[in-house]
């Protein structure tokens, strides 16, 4: 029988290779997920016991907001394929919960309260359900919440007749451009070489991922050698840079989109302050806002 991690990384080869053809093997399929599921299993196997979770805005939620991006990959533990993208996102949304659940145990704080999808810098609120998109490498759940001293009249979630999963009722608008000047092309090495990276391999397989999100969006590598992405963001730039900033390390651009920005010369590099200085926001690249759509 065939390696299912062989044919898996033979298949995502194919699609990075096909890129310059835009061949279909990029995909974003949108889903929404119930969450109580997910919450029961965490508790039951004590992964967020000691953190209240309250799902839905909360106008009236006061403390630190934080944004998190789950991520998972296709495939289990042991490396077999996962039957599909509900089992993925359910991963992803797990992800997304123990990253809000170790922001909260971080700042001393026993609850997160008014938890909505945030997927591509939009606020979804869902209540009980949240957003996820599978793609062809990962499946990825990014939700923003309140960390509070305590959530009053919790609600039981696993009462809630929501479906546990079902395709977003909607059409997702897609940015058509980045809000700020996308530097040139300064000719390091093709977009789809995926060994011209300059890190480790292992952060290479993170590039990879990058290919095949959708525009617009950006690649960045900071001064220890770590990367990040941001893909399906008019801001992708500079969220991909921020978050650098947050870590408190220097970081550059080295692909957005289809073309690689990246200089061996330090100086020539592009960081958030380039962004800042050099490259102000222009309005007039501001697709215009296209309301969702229902399915026919």
């Known amino acids: 029988m065939a390696n299912p991690l062989k044919l898996r990384a033979a298949a995502t080869v194919a699609c990075v290779l096909a890129l310059v053809a835009r061949d279909a093997c990029a995909r974003d399929t949108g889903?929404?997920?119930?969450?109580?599921?997910?919450?029961?299993?965490?508790?039951?196997?004590?992964?967020?016991?000691?953190?209240?979770?309250?799902?839905?805005?909360?106008?009236?939620?006061?403390?630190?907001?934080?944004?998190?991006?789950?991520?998972?990959r296709p495939y289990g533990p042991r490396g077999e394929p996962l039957p599909d993208d509900e089992?993925?996102?359910?991963?992803?949304?797990?992800?997304?919960?123990?990253?809000?659940?170790?922001?909260?145990?971080?700042?001393?704080?026993?609850?997160?309260?008014?938890?909505?999808?945030?997927?591509?810098?939009?606020?979804?609120?869902?209540?009980?359900?949240?957003?996820?998109?599978?793609?062809?490498?990962h499946s990825a759940v990014a939700l923003k919440g309140t960390l509070v001293d305590a959530v009053p009249n919790l609600s039981d979630a696993a009462a809630a007749p929501v479906a546990a999963f079902a395709d977003l009722p909607f059409d997702n608008p897609t940015p058509a451009a980045h809000g700020r000047v996308v530097p040139a092309s300064t000719g390091f090495a093709e977009a789809s070489n995926i060994d011209a990276v300059p890190v480790q391999a292992a952060q290479r397989d993170r590039y990879s991922d990058y290919l095949m999100l959708r525009t617009p969006k950006a690649f960045a590598i900071d001064e220890l050698g770590n990367t990040r992405q941001v893909g399906h963001a008019r801001d992708a730039m500079v969220r991909v840079l921020d978050a650098c900033t947050k870590e408190h390390v220097r970081c550059w651009l080295y692909a957005v989109d289809d073309r690689v920005v990246w200089s061996a010369d330090v100086e020539r590099r592009v960081g958030l302050a380039q962004l800042q200085d050099d490259r102000l926001f222009k309005p007039s690249m501001i697709p215009v806002a296209t309301p969702p759509r229902a399915r026919p």
Do not use: Y
Not at 48 to 53: H, I, N, Y
Not at 59 to 64: D, E, F, I, L, R
């Open 87 to 137: 089992q993925t996102c359910r991963q992803a949304l797990r992800d997304a919960l123990g990253q809000l659940a170790h922001a909260a145990r971080q700042n001393g704080k026993p609850a997160v309260a008014g938890i909505v999808s945030d997927a591509f810098g939009r606020p979804f609120d869902g209540g009980l359900q949240v957003e996820c998109h599978s793609g062809v490498t």
């Open 31 to 72: 889903h929404l997920l119930r969450v109580s599921d997910v919450v029961a299993e965490m508790r039951s196997d004590g992964t967020v016991a000691d953190v209240a979770f309250a799902f839905g805005a909360d106008a009236g939620a006061q403390g630190q907001v934080v944004r998190v991006d789950g991520l998972a």
